[in-house]
């Protein structure tokens, strides 16, 4: 059974940077695409970043090049650094994975086969 575990979430002041990592039990190449995805409080979970094995990446609109995600495929990581945080940035934020291999990392959410526990990320001064 392949678990994501993420790591690297915390509390940071505005204009701060924070590096999310998602690594995943297993070995080889499993993932054709991972994403990050994030549920701030009181809100619905939305899609923060994607990628795919061959370096496609999608954003979300609200991250303003901000965020970068990347992706390293035989490690079966995915990372997500993020930079100038913002306290609407505040979330939990999930990893997740899907096994089958896309040309865009503009899939649907429901195409994801695994997903982590998440990581608390808190902005405020």
């Known amino acids: 059974q392949i678990q994501l575990v993420e790591s690297g979430g915390g509390l940071v002041q505005p204009g701060g940077s924070l590096r999310l990592s998602c690594a995943a039990s297993g070995s080889g190449n499993i993932f054709g695409v991972m994403a990050w995805y994030r549920q701030p409080p009181g809100k619905q979970r939305e899609l923060v970043a994607a990628i795919t094995s061959g370096g496609t990446t999608n954003y979300a609109g609200s991250i303003e090049d901000r965020f970068t995600i990347s992706m390293h495929n035989a490690k079966n990581t995915a990372y997500l650094q993020m930079n100038y945080l913002k306290p609407e940035d505040t979330a939990v934020y999930y990893c997740?994975?899907?096994?089958?291999?896309?040309?865009?990392?503009?899939?649907?959410?429901?195409?994801?086969?695994?997903w982590g526990q998440g990581t608390q990320v808190t902005v405020s001064s």
């Open positions: 997740a994975g899907s096994r089958r291999r896309f040309t865009s990392a503009r899939i649907s959410d429901t195409l994801y086969d695994y």
